[in-house]
């Protein structure tokens, strides 16, 4: 039922094209030509040029991610605390509970 497809080459491997025969030509020298003059490279980076308003706009950018990032840590931090109060009273709830049932027992 399953059986795999073998594909067929349509040239086999021993076929190969018939040679072609190439033939030299004659090499004729050009006129010389003086080599071109060297060219001081060109800096790859351009330069930035801040301005006082592109400046501003730095630092009222890094101000907001420093406050993003800020109050996502601080609410984080904060989710992890209320977390741990409340696991710590429901264990003591439950201990008492636990506590006041051996008790009467």
């Known amino acids: 039922m399953l059986r795999p497809k073998i594909p067929t080459n349509p040239t086999p491997a021993g076929h190969l094209a018939p040679l072609v025969v190439v033939e030299p ?20 980076r351009p330069t930035v040029q ?8 730095l630092v009222g950018g890094g101000t907001a991610v420093v406050l993003v990032v800020g109050a996502v840590l601080v609410s984080l931090l904060l989710a992890v605390a209320i977390t741990g ?7 003591l709830v439950i201990r008492s509970l636990v506590h006041a049932d051996a008790k009467q027992r």
């Open 50 to 57: 801040l301005t006082p308003g592109t400046a501003l706009a």
């Open 25 to 44: 030509t004659a090499v004729v020298p050009s006129a010389q030509v003086p080599p071109p003059a060297p060219v001081a490279p060109a800096t790859s």
């Open 85 to 91: 109060a409340s696991v710590a009273v429901c264990a």
